[in-house]
């Protein structure tokens, strides 16, 4: 009887054996079977030099140098793009609330007078909705967000959410691009030189309070 069971044992252990080297066969053929990648190390990523070596020097780009007011401007990048700043920014940073120079030329009751680019309408506007802590404990939101909600409103000031212009505005640099194959195309036929949105645009797919 107690030979019968290890007989039995036997070929079950023998049969796992081959499934087991089956299994093995099966994953080496596989392996075997894959496609060897298109790119050699040398090619990944757009260094072009081996990505296990730390010998490669981004290409040297050069900043505007052109003093306020004398620069050539690039063409935005898409549609109401930010600007870029066409001059030399030395000695204008770092951009505080309390101290900005860029306002002493930007600004649209001077910008004309200095040949600057104003600053738009949308940045007199408070994009922010006001909410309320009631009894100082319970937060109470002003807006329904999933109801596409905002409060907007209209300043006689700069918004102070704007006061920061190198957070979207960067200064231009000549150098060749690696790689971009970005086209973009422009609602309006002045997008490349002006940003259009102002007036309805600002408030286009959005259900503003009380309306």
Sequence with gaps: MIKHKIAKLGISIVVVGLLVSGCTNSSVAKKEEVVKPALSAEEIGLRKVSVYEDASVADKTQYADNVAGSGIKFKRAYQDAPPMIPHDTTGMMEITRDNNQCVSCHMPEVAVSMGATPVPPSHFMDFRPKHKLVDGEKFVKTVD????????????????????????????????????VFEPDFIDKDGTAKSNWNGDRLLEGLNTLGK
């Design 145 to 180: 967000n999933m109801k596409n909600e905002v409060s907007i409103k209209k300043l006689d000031d700069l918004s102070a959410a704007r006061f920061n212009c190198v957070q979207c505005h960067a200064p231009q640099s000549q150098g060749e691009a690696p790689l971009n």
